[in-house]
Every structure is written in structure tokens, then in C-alpha cells.
């Protein structure tokens, strides 16, 4: 390791109240005779790392990034006017950027949800040349991304995470579950239970003084304590699927029945053919 390009980050909730006024209280890391600076972010295979582990500065960031994608392709592909082209670029050019690392980093936050949605909608509108209605409403969006095949944003994350837990429980994946999830074995001191063979249970639990405590414990917080609880919530003959590709089909269809199901029906015959959906 160079020590010019290695830093070091504490990790914790709050940082020593002295700290300021005595910094000789932080332990000293050296490398090869050279003290290594301390940071408050650092970024590690593209994902902003932040002592508190909040992902905000990694939201903020990609975006920027996707904004000026965007603006750069709508104005350089302004000739573009068939559905099925317009959106394959904005899939591949500015749709993947939010795919790296999203198990890590995804916003679990409304405001931030409500924020990297705001670029699909932005792009919507310019691959249904539509670029001067409003979005507002959740309907007309979900109805929207219906008529080109985009899952929302919010959607399309919890689709990630579900997808990397299969293939960890499925052990298509090198990863272990962590040491606090097991399957439920059917013992319950309830006298009915909704869980099954196929659910995962958790041995700790979030410890806050807050009522929203998924939000407010950055155990909550983590992929495997998050995305445990999506799991469950699945259908038993869907995660009895064991095919990583064909659980992927059957999920997104699954998310499509229940964001169709928010909407009015009368207003979701759109004619998609031709149109793929990755």
C-alpha cells in the first residue's frame, strides 16, 4: 500500500466532544513511517464513505453526475423521437449510474428518494415528449413509467436488493448471512404466525428511543436488516424460486401488479409493443 493514497476514517455515531480542543486525543495510524491523514469522507469503488455512514453525500453526488448526463443527452439526441431508442439511452447512460454499489448506498430517506426520482421523471418526460406536463401527482407517474416500462426509482432499488439477497440465500453469491439472520425454524410464542420455511428471522433488533426506528438506527439501515424485512413480505411460491433469472422476471412483475394496483385501470391501456425492458 502507498501511504500517500491510504486514510483513515472513524466510524461511530458521534465523534469525541474534545476533539476539537485536544486533538491529541485521536490514535495515530503510520504506514511505513508516514502518520496517515484523517478524513471525514473517502471514497472507496466509487461509493462516498462518511463516519456516520450516511449516504447523503453519495446521493447528492450521483445526482449531479445523472443531471448532467441527462442535459447532455437531451440536447445532443434531441432528434431522437422513437420511445423504444430514447429510453434504451436513458437506461444505459444515465439510469446505471444510480446500479453501482445501490445494495451499499441506496437512500432510505423519502427526501432523497424524492430527489433521484425527480431526474426519471425528467426523463420520461423527453422520451414521451411530454416535456411540459406535470408529474406530480404519483398516479400520473406511475402511469408513466407503466407506458414505457420503467420501474420507479424506489422500485427499482428494492429490485436490486431482493435480487443480490437471493442469490445470497440460493448461494449463487460467495456471501454468508450475517450471523443474526437464520430461517425461521416455525417456533413463535404468537398463536398465529404469518412466517414460513423460506423466512428469515433477525436475533437483534434496532434499538432506539424514536418511534420511526428503521429510519433512525443505522442498523435499520444496513442491506441485510433492510432487505430482510422486503423478504418476507414476498409471496412463498415467488421466493421458492431458485433460478436467479427467472426470479428476477417474476419480481418485477410482482412490483408491477402492486404499483398497477395504486392506479385506476381505466387508465393504463397504453400500447407498449416494442419496447424491451432491462
Known amino acids: 500500500f502507498h501511504p500517500c493514497k491510504c ?7 458521534s465523534l469525541p466532544p474534545l476533539l476539537g480542543i485536544l486533538p491529541d486525543i485521536e490514535f495515530w495510524y503510520f504506514l511505513g513511517g ?7 469522507l473517502e471514497k ?9 455512514l450516511s449516504w447523503t453525500d453519495q446521493c447528492n453526488r450521483l445526482y449531479s453526475k445523472a443531471n448532467q448526463k441527462l442535459g447532455i443527452m437531451k440536447r445532443s439526441c434531441h432528434f431522437i423521437k422513437d420511445i423504444a431508442r430514447a429510453r ?37 418526460k423527453w422520451i414521451l415528449s411530454e416535456e411540459n406536463l406535470s408529474y406530480s401527482a404519483r398516479e400520473v407517474y406511475l402511469m408513466k ?59 437483534i433488533h434496532p434499538k432506539s428511543n424514536h418511534i420511526a426506528t428503521r429510519t433512525s438506527n443505522p442498523l435499520a439501515k444496513t442491506f ?4 430482510y424485512l422486503e423478504w418476507n413480505k414476498l409471496p412463498l411460491s415467488l421466493r421458492e424460486i431458485s433460478c436467479d433469472s427467472t426470479f428476477k422476471v417474476r419480481l418485477k412483475s410482482y ?16 400500447d407498449t409493443s416494442g419496447i424491451s425492458s432491462p
Not at 469503488?45 to 456516520?52: A, E, I, S, Y
Not at 446505471?96 to 430517506?109: D, H, K
Not at 441485510?224 to 432487505?227: G, K, N, V
Not at 401488479?257 to 387508465?267: A, C, F, G, K, Q
Open 7 to 13: 486514510k483513515v476514517l472513524s466510524v461511530c455515531s
Open 34 to 40: 508516514t502518520c496517515l491523514d484523517y478524513v471525514s
Open 44 to 52: 472507496d469503488l466509487g461509493v462516498d464513505m462518511t463516519p456516520k
Open 88 to 124: 434504451s439511452l436513458y437506461v444505459a447512460l444515465v439510469r446505471s449510474i444510480f446500479e453501482s454499489c445501490s445494495i451499499i448506498w441506496r437512500p432510505t430517506n423519502q427526501t432523497l428518494i424524492d430527489k433521484l426520482e425527480r431526474i426519471q421523471k425528467q426523463a420520461i
Open 145 to 203: 413509467c407503466r407506458q414505457v416500462k420503467l420501474l420507479p426509482l424506489s422500485r427499482r432499488f428494492d429490485l436490486n436488493d431482493l435480487i443480490f439477497l437471493h442469490k445470497v440465500i440460493y448461494r449463487l453469491k460467495p456471501v454468508k448471512l450475517p450471523f443474526y439472520l437464520s430461517f425461521f425454524d416455525g417456533q413463535s410464542r404468537l398463536r398465529s404466525c404469518h412466517l414460513d420455511n423460506l423466512s428469515l428471522v433477525s436475533s
Open 224 to 227: 441485510f436488516y433492510r432487505t
Open 255 to 270: 412490483f408491477w401488479e402492486n404499483l398497477i394496483s395504486e392506479m385506476d385501470t381505466s387508465d393504463m391501456d397504453f
